[in-house]
């Protein structure tokens, strides 16, 4: 499973639904939304300054967390921004890798 941090802005209209439901609603909701794509909710905080929301989540794959993005982004109530996260042993492996590439100018 790949894991990806997430930062969630709601909009007004999120805003007024996050006041009716609840933080506890928004957190369940997001916890069955990646569950459903056979995933998990690894952490999930609000949070003040820039972001609204600041979660982590374990996904099978990109193409599960783009779903996940765009049905999200689609209701209109949130923006969000996904940045994908490496494990020590995954940059391990990147670390190793051979790239034949010229700068440019070079």
């Known amino acids: 499973m790949a894991k990806y941090l997430v930062h969630v802005n709601y909009t007004v209209e999120g805003v007024k639904g996050l006041v009716k439901d609840g933080g506890s609603a928004r957190r369940a909701a997001a916890k069955a939304a990646i569950e459903?794509?056979?995933?998990?909710?690894d952490a999930f905080y609000f949070a003040?300054?820039?972001?609204?929301?600041?979660?982590?989540?374990?996904?099978?794959d990109h193409i599960a967390m783009s779903a996940?993005?765009?049905?999200?982004?689609?209701?209109?109530?949130?923006?969000t921004k996904t940045?994908?996260?490496?494990?020590?042993e995954e940059v391990d492996q990147v670390v190793k890798k051979t790239v034949t590439y010229k700068a440019p100018g070079k």
Do not use: M, Q, R
Request: charged content about 10%.
């Open 68 to 79: 996940l993005s765009l049905t999200v982004g689609a209701t209109g109530a949130v923006s």
């Open 36 to 41: 459903s794509l056979g995933g998990k909710l």
């Open 83 to 88: 940045t994908v996260l490496l494990t020590p």
């Open 48 to 60: 003040f300054g820039e972001y609204d929301v600041i979660a982590i989540f374990d996904a099978p």
